[in-house]
């Protein structure tokens, strides 16, 4: 029998599979998809509708078993977006973060990188598309980031050289996490340097954690552990839900190459 939940925080998260779809849910907006995330759960929209008629393919069998739930209006053709919480999730400590060698000493070496906070937020989440295959970015997903950023729940980092923009990370924050949805880069290294100069303007407003979404590689090599589901969510219940405010101070690159006791997020813009 389908399972279907009126609400995000009606459901719950501890019976969703480790490794699949967690849930089904057409409702794109900005209200849905901030209350998804404090759940524990991020979207994956289907870029077309061959990608829509597959999962009703795959996982249909799962839905009609009540396996997998469905979540909001009945009207709503669920498979068009699936709603994933990986366990165990792959997050970045902000106490444990680090560049590569060869990375930092490019930095030292005056690589000319400035880095600021939510000065194009628009515009790295467009440039995240740019490219990408599949095209989970759609159009009804970034207008609604965009009204959460517009609220204060959604921030960017960029990476500037020359007044360019060649890297940035963007996502949602949610209490002591906050959940990086996407980076770019145009530069070799700039989406790291993004990511490690997030990782120090929530340490210092009192951040806990960036949650990674999806295991990799990369990840692993910046620091990247592993956290059970269960304990990822009462992480994200732990602190009250608003926004932590980071340092949004443009400071230069290079800054993250030096010891952490002296990679500060604080000073005059100079930038």
Not at 37 to 46: D, K
Not at 83 to 108: N, Y
Request: with cysteine; net charge negative.
């Amino acid at each position: 029998m389908v399972n279907r939940c009126p609400s995000w925080e009606a459901l719950d998260v501890g019976k969703a599979p480790p490794d699949g779809p967690a849930a089904f849910c057409a409702d794109l907006s900005h209200t849905s998809l901030l209350a998804a995330y404090r759940a524990g759960y991020y979207p994956f929209p289907a870029p077309d509708e061959y990608a829509r008629a597959l999962n009703e393919v795959v996982y249909g069998d799962q839905v009609e078993e009540g396996r997998i739930p469905l979540v909001g209006d009945e009207s709503a053709d669920p498979y068009a977006v699936s709603w994933w919480s990986p366990d165990p999730r792959p997050v970045l400590p902000v106490s444990a973060m680090h560049l590569s060698r060869s990375l930092a000493r490019r930095l030292r070496n005056r690589l000319p990188w400035w880095t600021s906070l939510d000065l194009g937020f628009e515009r790295v989440v467009r440039e995240c598309r740019t490219d990408r295959v599949p095209q989970w970015l759609t159009d009804e997903l970034i207008t609604s980031l965009v009204r959460l950023h517009d609220l204060g729940h959604a921030h960017s980092v960029e990476v500037w050289e020359d007044g360019d923009l060649v890297g940035g990370v963007f996502g949602l924050l949610i209490g002591p996490v906050f959940s990086m949805d996407s980076m770019f880069f145009r530069r070799p290294g700039a989406s790291k340097v993004a990511v490690t100069d997030l990782a120090v303007r929530f340490a210092q407003a009192g951040g806990v954690l960036l949650d990674a979404q999806r295991d990799s590689p990369l990840v692993r090599s910046m620091g990247g552990a592993l956290l059970t589901r269960q304990e990822y969510v009462r992480l994200l219940r732990s602190t009250p839900r608003d926004g932590l405010p980071m340092p949004a101070v443009t400071l230069p690159a290079s800054r993250l190459a030096q010891p952490a006791d002296t990679c500060s997020a604080d000073g005059p813009a100079t930038h």
